[in-house]
T-cell receptor, first 112, second 115 residues
Framework: NAGVTQTPKFQVLKTGQSMTLQCAQD?????MSWYRQDPGMGLRLIHY???????DQGEVPNGYNVSRSTTEDFPLRLLSAAPSQTSVYFC???????????FGQGTRLTVV | QQQVKQSPQSLIVQKGGIPIINCAYE??????FPWYQQFPGKGPALLIA???DVSEKKEGRFTISFNKSAKQFSLHIMDSQPGDSATYFC??????????????WGLGTSLAVNP
């Protein structure tokens, strides 16, 4: 059982480049989320989804897009990378909001 | 505005000590309070969770104490070990209509347990 798989683990982008962070889960969870983690800032919700075809914004959505075409996958797209998007990104999935959230290993992104 | 306030920011204890991490909230509609543990280079993992109908929950060496009237909940780690050294996050969520429920996170506490 793989759980939540994120790729890549590390990425360096130049300012203005775009890229997609991949997230896949094999637990048939409806709820999926993307967070960014910065020192002293805790976990901040970027976007989330409550099922295939349904997405919504979190507290820091600017500069990011998401889509949810299948239950398993929830990619995060950076449209035009900025140095302020340098962070560690985590994808999480859960059966519902008040049950255990399973996190991926994280993607460490550096924008130069 | 931080809806879940976590303290202290960092904590150092000796092996066998009982570190206590506190969280306070304002929203009385919160009804689910989990604690997550995160090791360096890893994603957070659920440690223990509580709902407001109980005042205490124990799982192994980890205990959540919940004070509904004070709007506070705490994590206690009994007989702490160097392997407990990690960052701990509290969180809270509330039931909302339309699947609009989210986890609100504290800023985390970095715990170091010295041998």
């Amino acid at each position: 059982n793989a759980g939540v798989t994120q790729t890549p683990k590390f990425q360096v982008l130049k300012t203005g480049q775009s890229m997609t962070l991949q997230c896949a889960q094999d637990m048939n969870h409806e709820y999926m989320s993307w967070y960014r983690q910065d020192p002293g800032m805790g976990l901040r919700l970027i976007h989330y989804s409550v099922g295939a075809g349904i997405t919504d914004q979190g507290e820091v959505p600017n500069g990011y897009n998401v889509s949810r075409s299948t239950t398993e996958d929830f990619p995060l797209r950076l449209l035009s990378a900025a140095p302020s998007q340098t962070s560690v990104y985590f994808c999480a999935s859960s059966y519902s909001w008040d049950t255990e959230a399973f996190f991926g290993q994280g993607t460490r992104l550096t924008v130069v | 505005q931080q809806q879940v306030k976590q303290s202290p920011q960092s904590l150092i204890v000796q092996k066998g000590g009982i570190p206590i991490i506190n969280c306070a909230y304002e929203n009385t509609a919160f009804d689910y309070f989990p604690w997550y543990q995160q090791f360096p280079g890893k994603g957070p993992a659920l440690l223990i969770a509580i709902r407001p109908d109980v005042s205490e929950k124990k799982e192994g060496r980890f205990t959540i104490s919940f004070n509904k009237s004070a709007k506070q909940f705490s994590l206690h780690i009994m007989d702490s070990q160097p392997g407990d050294s990690a960052t701990y996050f509290c969180a809270a969520s509330q039931e909302r209509a339309g699947n609009n429920r989210k986890l609100i996170w504290g800023l985390g506490t970095s715990l170091a347990v010295n041998p």
